[in-house]
């Protein structure tokens, strides 16, 4: 039995009978097709007459912001960073050069040093 709705964007639906919800992200006219995305961040497109034959309802939206994200602790719902000191922010980059490839420097925006397009050869070398 054909379902009745017309998709909207940012309304959520259920597959009747397996609860997956889903919201739709798009709605392209001139394809002819329905985006949307799935609770767990899958991605999918429906033609106009494929969305008519889908065993949905409207549903609400999920509680748990973190369905698509995998998040997993309660910690991890937090914006502070626990991994790094200020020592981590405060030191200087280790710089990387690849074998074999030559190595410049370029002035610093404003400043005319005469040093742009010069090589600095090996790290430590004058």
């Known amino acids: 039995m054909p379902n009745e709705l017309d998709p909207r964007v940012d309304q959520w639906y259920v597959f009747r009978g397996k609860g997956r919800c889903f ?8 394809g002819k097709t329905i985006e949307i995305q799935h609770f767990d961040g ?14 949905i309802e409207p549903g609400e ?3 748990n912001w973190s369905g698509a994200l995998d ?3 309660r910690d991890d719902y937090g914006t502070e960073v626990t991994d790094t000191s200020a020592q981590d ?10 074998e074999g490839v030559e ?7 404003g400043t005319d040093s005469g040093l742009e397009g010069e090589s600095l050869g090996e790290p430590g070398e004058e």
């Open 23 to 30: 919201c739709v992200t798009a709605i392209d006219e001139a």
């Open 42 to 55: 899958d991605v999918e497109e429906y033609g106009f007459d494929e969305w008519r034959v889908l065993n």
């Open 61 to 63: 939206e999920p509680e």
């Open 71 to 73: 998040v997993s602790e």
């Open 89 to 98: 922010w405060s030191e200087p980059q280790d710089e990387y050069y690849a």
């Open 103 to 109: 190595r410049r420097r370029f002035p610093r925006q």
